[in-house]
């Protein structure tokens, strides 16, 4: 059985799983969500909010749930530092466990290895809480040294404006004179 939620409203990323969880392995649940701004960190800003789809499928120890999320990240083009919008595309797969048994209610201790394999822990209210996910999903697939195009020229190292702008034809500064014989070295063409 398939079941579709839309989350319209800016928020964090929180679905209860308490039904999914009573099912037996295999029961699945889709979720859709739009609209949605979260905190990126400092060096991070939304262009656009984040859109995706989340498959969520029971399995005996817990759940496992499958993401794909899109979004708009407001960068600088690396060399010219024009401002740039890139889109960004992200895909995660993580394992969830419940923190509560769901018919006794009492809490579960946390498996030592569940740490070491970054496995998410429901809530107390058999929830599942993305939100972490997410921002590290959109911090691992931001480009390195982002471009407004690929063959951006860059700054003039003269002026400081983009080689693109204008005319860069700067007059030779006066060279230190203890320099002056380093003018004649030149690559033969």
Request: glycine share 6%; hydrophobic share 40%.
């Amino acid at each position: 059985m398939t079941a579709t939620r839309r989350a319209t409203e800016p928020g964090p990323l929180v679905w209860n799983v308490a039904g999914l969880l009573g099912e037996g392995a295999g029961a699945v649940r889709d979720y859709v969500f739009d609209n949605v701004r979260i905190d990126l960190g400092e060096e991070l800003r939304l262009a656009s909010p984040i859109e995706g789809r989340v498959h969520v499928a029971r399995t005996n120890r817990g759940l496992v749930v499958d993401a794909d999320i899109t979004t708009v990240l407001a960068m600088q083009c690396a060399r010219c530092l024009r401002d740039i919008d890139v889109p960004i595309r992200a895909e995660f797969e993580e394992e969830a466990r419940p923190s509560i048994d769901l018919q006794t209610g009492a809490p579960l201790p946390p498996d030592p290895a569940e740490e070491e394999e970054g496995v998410i822990r429901l809530t107390d209210h058999h929830e599942l809480d993305l939100e972490r996910s997410v921002r590290e999903a959109i911090q691992l697939a931001e480009p390195i040294a982002p471009l407004d195009r690929p063959d951006c020229p860059g700054l003039c190292v003269v002026c400081g404006l983009p080689l693109d702008e204008g005319s860069h034809d700067h007059p030779d500064d006066d060279i230190d004179p203890r320099l002056e014989a380093l003018r004649d070295f030149r690559e033969a063409p």
